[in-house]
């Protein structure tokens, strides 16, 4: 019944309307894209009026200089304010670009296009949304402000034609598809792999990954994580989530998995020798980081956006945390907090030593790009000792209606020490993991996380060498 309750509230507080709204909004862009025979990509903004400056919503890594080249001859490309910035020479309803197709991890954003072994491609479409902005606002003058990107986009639909399968939101396409960009886009993928059905989720996975990734890790492993986080978070994702997989072959030796969740779906792809044979340690990294990426759809659903980079603890560390503990309940009595031991053993070490870097915020900037994991996994577990009624996902439940009662639904700090304090965590219990996340780092980081730990009725143990080895885990096995 809470359920029931749960998904009503929310087609009435976002959502439902807002997007049907969009959707039936007449577009004030088209992007056409596909690939010329040179394998870079033609893309081809037509306005429905005149436009002069306009920004690209995803600007925060600094690639299009490299990689875009104005082909229509009536533009520059220019960096400004932190924006990738289109400059028409006079107003016009016609741009063109010349892109190299990055497939290289960005900070913060998807990666704009993934490769598979098999010849298929996956483009990210919110790579290509923009938005209007005037030279004052660009330069700052009379103290004019940026707009806020997400809510200043145009509404802008993505063109793709194929003789190939396009597939987008769970549905195969054939010849051209048009396609409404929504929240923060998709992937399109092009390619000749087909829509593969399980009950927790759509799989289109590269037809040359080792036949295990398909026959056992798809229909046991991943259905099994969707499963937990349905119980866990005592609901359905809105819309059946599309799982995408690449495979990059042997190359890179070992195991490497990229990727990630965007919009509604989930975009990864994996390569390495490790990958021949399932053996228990691969599942086990497969389990946590598809866990982790699953936790990121149900955090974003309604369209609500994350944090920024400074406060990534938010929800790389409840999405860590869900995903431990759920590996934790698959394992047997003595197995399980044996693994929690070791993970949140090595998790202490590396908080406490970014922390003795500088404050959490920064992290990022020093090239710690684990911090926000390892330092948020133990917040979230602070948190849900606070919580009057012990329950992360509740308490996330709560944090995702909160943002979407707000205009541009956004989960940062602010709300989450609000919320914090509105489920019955102490103005003491809040100031005890601000000393972890806050501006200035702790004075002494070991004794700050454990101070925090303590009164979260964690009871962390240590042995001789001062190493974490045990806790009072939470129990999410009985569901
Ligand atoms: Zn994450």
Known sequence: MKRLIFVFAWVFLTG???????SNR????????????????????SFAEPQQLLAFVQSGNDYRAATWTVSSGNANLARAAGLDVIVLDQPARKVAFSVIPLTSELQGEATPFMTFRDGAIAVHEGQFRLFPVTRSEILGDDGERLPDPDTAQLAMDTRISSDRNIIADGEVHQGTLTNRIE?????????????????????VLDATFPAWIGERFMDSVLERIFAA????????????????????????????????????????????????????????????????????????????????EGDAWIHEGAANMMAYTQIAATLNDEAGPRFLASVYGGAFEECVSALEGGPLASARERGVNSAHYACGDFVALATDGFLRRRDIYSFWNTLIERALDMESPRVDAGLYFNTLQLLGATEGQRSLIQAIVGDEAPENPRKALIAMLEAAKLAPQFNAEGQLISMDWPDYSAE
């Open 183 to 203: 929240d923060g886009g998709t992937y399109i993928y092009i390619g000749k792999g087909e829509i593969r059905s399980f009950e927790h989720f759509d799989a």
């Open 16 to 22: 439902a309307g807002q997007v049907y709204a969009q």
């Open 229 to 308: 986080h349905e119980a866990r978070w005592g609901r359905a994702l809105d819309k059946k989530p599309t799982v995408m997989f690449a495979y990059k072959g042997e190359r890179a030796g070992g195991l490497s998995v990229k990727g990630g969740a965007a919009d509604d779906m989930l975009m990864v792809s994996a390569g390495g020798a490790r990958l021949n044979e399932p053996d228990s340690d691969t599942l086990a990294y497969l389990h946590w980081y598809f866990a982790h990426e699953a936790a990121h759809l149900f955090q974003s659903e309604g369209g609500v956006r994350f944090a920024g």
């Open 26 to 45: 007449s577009a004030d862009a088209v992007v056409t894209i596909g690939p010329d025979e040179s394998g870079n990509w033609l893309v081809e903004y």
